[in-house]
């Protein structure tokens, strides 16, 4: 019974009160954390094989950043995404290597999430590019 009257008390005291604060402190947690993923992966969970150092860390960074992480697929589940990762740089001296992860639907194969970030002396550590990779996915 929410609003009425609990336990003998009067009608529209406390309890009807205290429901409204709880209700838009709850509204507010899950639009903000929400927010926080680009809107073509709202309601995916990300398939992240934890195999080396790598995958360890960006399975980690995703689940700091609110993202629901699976270590193998499961059929029946609701829509799902397949994280691979490389690195990649163009040919010739001098050139830059870059840090790609992309987010493929596990039954389509449509990619639904992609980022790119320069290795440099910022992103030396597993740790640092699974953290600004993640970042730069769900800004």
Known sequence: MVGGAV???EAGGAVSRAVVPTCIAFVLTVACGAGRLPAQLHGYTIVVEEKDEQTVELARAMREQ????RTRVRGGSGPTA???YFTFSDPGPG???WFHVRLADTRSGEIVGAATIPLDSLTTTP???????VKALAP
């Open 7 to 9: 336990g003998g008390g």
């Open 66 to 69: 609110g993202i629901k992480v």
């Open 82 to 84: 397949a994280l691979i």
């Open 95 to 97: 050139q830059p290597l």
């Open 127 to 133: 740790r640092a590019r699974a953290l600004a990779a």
